[in-house]
């Protein structure tokens, strides 16, 4: 029986995994045919998994506003870590494995086989509410589990991480596709497959059937895909270099309108002759001067004026100087942008280069299939025309119509 695998992350609602309420979806006649595999209090788990950990990084603060009281809070009001995860599994559809059906007792019996082995696999995953549920429409396994790593350099030595504890199951990730998570629930997938097969089921792919394709097929489907997501990280960094761009012509408007106030306040500032239009007069019997009070007037407006315009003159030059600063940054992203999108040119290149090299294996391989098929052929058609001769059996349409006149 060819049949699917879902693998999803769950809401990790324990109370309605466990059944204390009763969802619409669900039926309580048939709740009893589920498998309770355990239900503890996460707060207890916390304290078994961390409270000797916690006690050992308590002690080496010396400031008590570093001291964490409850670690379980501080998870569960954190934003790097959530206090827990869920991973639902279910064979097929309600479709084709309905829990009512001879073919839902196997897929129970399935997930069933396959939850046993859970925590031998996983001993970094700390599994406090499992259920496995045949009161809904389709078979399928809620299992939450709590993350956690020891020998820690930071915090806590014994502490919350999934990824971490991912990692050292084996699963480390390495593009946005290829998470640890992905490579783990890939991992747990093709585990519930194995076991499917000894209840008679077969894992059919969703969506892909790549079983059924060749290699060659397989392959090729794989670099295409390359290939669209290359093509779109270069239209991803076209767009970002548009958006450079722009901001660049912003800041050059912006440059030049800075110096055309300069050139405002440069034909603005006072002039020095008009400075030295005043004509102090020395005073009879001291040495110091005097001038009208109309001298003085315009001496002091033109200080005054002197002092605005030339801290006008600093700020807007610091303001040229940082914009001209950044333009030379944006400058230099962009053109390391424009070598980002030469490579992913010159990759896709490759890839496509792969490809045509492909579809000319596989021509071979068919050219070279065909012949085989024709040789064989020949030869059958051979030993067929030496039986016919054995007995004396004409052929060919040619000697048959000659013989019937």
């Not at 040495?287 to 807007?316: F, N, P, W």
């Not at 054995?390 to 119509?401: E, L, N, S």
């Amino acid at each position: 029986m060819m049949r699917t695998i879902s693998a999803m992350v769950g809401k990790g609602s324990v109370s309605h995994n466990s059944r204390q309420f009763n969802a619409k979806n669900t039926d309580p006649e048939r709740t009893p045919l589920n498998i309770n595999y355990c239900n503890e209090d996460i707060r207890q788990v916390y304290h078994r998994l961390f409270d000797d950990a916690l006690e050992r990084f308590n002690d080496k603060q010396t400031r008590s506003d570093r001291r964490i009281d409850d670690y379980y809070e501080k998870i569960r009001r954190g934003k790097q870590e959530k206090p827990f995860h869920e991973l639902i599994l279910q064979i097929g559809n309600c479709d084709d494995t309905g829990a009512t059906t001879d073919v839902g007792a196997h897929a129970k019996a399935a997930l069933d086989e396959y939850y046993r082995g859970f925590a031998e696999r996983n001993p970094n995953l700390c599994v406090f509410s499992a259920h496995l549920h045949m009161d809904e429409a389709t078979p399928h396994i809620h299992i939450d589990f709590v993350p956690f790593i020891t020998g820690s350099k930071r915090g806590l030595d014994t502490r919350v991480s999934l990824k971490q504890a991912l990692a050292a199951q084996g699963f480390k990730g390495g593009t946005r596709r290829e998470t640890e998570w992905s490579q783990w629930v890939q991992s747990e997938k093709e585990q519930l497959a194995m076991v499917m097969e000894r209840h008679g089921f077969e894992w059919e792919h969703k969506s892909t059937h790549e079983k059924h394709l060749s290699v060659l097929e397989y392959e090729k489907k794989v670099r295409a895909e390359e290939v669209a997501e290359l093509d779109a990280q270069v239209t991803e960094k076209k767009s970002e270099i548009a958006a450079l761009d722009q901001q660049a012509e912003q800041a050059q408007a912006e440059v030049k309108e800075i110096e055309a106030v300069l050139a405002t306040v440069e034909k603005q500032q006072v002039k020095l002759a008009e400075i030295e239009k005043v004509q102090p007069k020395k005073s009879a019997l001291t040495s110091k001067v005097s001038m009208t009070e109309a001298e003085y007037e315009t001496l002091q407006t033109a200080a005054k004026k002197y002092v605005t315009y030339k801290r006008k003159d600093i700020g807007l030059q610091k303001q040229v100087d940082q914009l001209t600063e950044q333009l030379a940054q944006k400058d230099s992203f962009i053109d390391k942008l424009k070598g980002i999108i030469a490579g992913l040119k010159n990759k896709i290149a490759e890839l496509e280069q792969k490809l045509s090299s492909r579809d000319s294996i596989r021509e071979q391989m068919e050219r070279g299939r065909l012949k085989s098929e024709n040789d064989s052929l020949r030869k059958e058609n051979q030993k067929l025309r030496d039986v016919l001769a054995a007995h004396g059996i004409p052929f060919g349409r040619k000697q048959v119509d000659r013989d019937s006149r």
